[in-house]
């Protein structure tokens, strides 16, 4: 019911949407590189329920820029939300591509309880004959929804605690190829975190339930990485086809800042198959990650749950030191509409969401994954904007998810 009726929703206010434009001089982005800016504007309803932050509803309005080519280069999205716990937030999100090897995108929000959020990403390859690749993630945030549930897959519903994650850092790579698709990268993260009182007054304090777990009091990481990629994805933002492999290795010490030492071990595949002229197109991924060492804060151990991994859970539902995880998901473009001069693909994506944490490989036990069922709707503007809905079931019950961009 709630699936349709946003969707009824969505459609409605597409209607009322309209097109301008606009001198060069009266958008506030970049000069372009045409006589008029053509600028559609979208309003839009926010409706969302996950398990961490309960009920949040609003509105939004995207206007969207387009450059010479008649392709969408620039999104500014307003909205104004109502959540029970953080109150009335205000966001603005922007994004600018001014071409296929540079990218920037920024978040500004507030709420008028606990809730904050600044960020800004940085993506260019335009250096050095266009080999070397740059991003960089600026932010510093305040989640009063963050949860904690004990460690193990095992950790138990009715041991739930709330607090506030208050985060501030960056990181920092840079990839340069090595051979045919494949890059050597080398990274560098700073993550201050801080934790306070949550927003969800009816669940108890992580202090209170859980006051000696490394990190409970707030922690500094600070660490560096080594990566190779292997990459044959055609679009960075929006693959169709091709596979993706990436192994990592990221070191933290106290010597360079940090409160522990520990180690982190990562190795990632996606692969992306298209279908009937890529009417279908068959995704998958398969992850896992280590942690090893003494003392290794909570938030920076192997973590599952949230929009992006287990759909069917809140954000960080799972901590341990180990994790595998395995998404399918089948994207199926239902049709393609024109609507004020914008091309839109409108997809719809099953998905099965399957994986679990535990200390190492070693112990792994077949009862400690998780088998999250759902299904996903994406309106998609190519070259870089996806709007989607992901409705996942977990045995806690169904989670759903509002947001911007292909979970992976």
Known sequence: MFFRLYIFLMLALLLAGCTTYLAPGQVPVPPLETQRVKVVTIPLPVIASSPNEGITYGGLTAFLLHNEKDEVCSLLAPQVNQNDNFGISSTLYGAYYPTADRSFEFNLSKSTKVNEDYELKVRDQSLMNRELELNLFLYTFSDGSARF????????????????????????????????????????????????????????????????????????????????IYNTLDSPTMPTTGIRAKVAFENSATIF?????????????????????????????????????????????????????????????????SYMLLNLEERIRLFRWE??????????????????????????????????????????????????????????????????????
Not at 217 to 223: I, P, V
Not at 349 to 365: H, I, L, Q, R, T
Not at 370 to 375: D, K, L, R, T, Y
Not at 394 to 402: C, D, K, L, Y
């Open 149 to 228: 549930y004990g460690f193990q897959s095992w950790s138990r519903k009715d041991k739930e605690t709330n607090y506030a994650d208050e985060e501030t850092g960056f990181t920092l790579t840079a990839g340069y190829p090595v051979l045919d698709h494949t890059q050597f990268q080398v990274g560098e993260r700073y993550r201050d975190v801080g934790i306070g009182e949550g927003a969800v007054r009816k669940v108890p304090f992580i202090r209170d339930r859980f006051p000696n777990i490394p990190g409970v009091n707030g922690f500094t990481a600070h660490a560096q990485s080594l990566s190779l």
């Open 257 to 321: 800042g940090s409160s522990a030492n520990y180690r982190h071990y990562d190795g990632e595949v996606k692969g992306y198959l298209p279908l009937v002229d890529g009417r279908y197109i068959s995704v998958a991924r398969l992850a896992y990650s280590q942690t090893l060492g003494e003392h290794v804060p909570f938030l920076e151990r192997s973590v599952l749950g949230g929009e992006n991994t287990l759909r069917g859970y809140g954000r960080n539902r799972f901590i341990d030191s």
């Open 339 to 408: 609507i004020f001069g914008v091309t839109a693909d409108w997809e719809l994506a099953p998905f099965v969401d399957f994986g679990g944490v535990m200390k190492s490989m070693v112990e792994v036990n077949p009862n400690a994954f998780e088998f999250n069922p759902g299904v996903g709707f994406r309106a998609v503007i190519r070259p870089n904007i996806v709007g989607r809905i992901d409705v996942g079931v977990g045995s806690e019950g169904p989670a759903v998810f509002v947001g911007l961009g292909y979970p992976f």
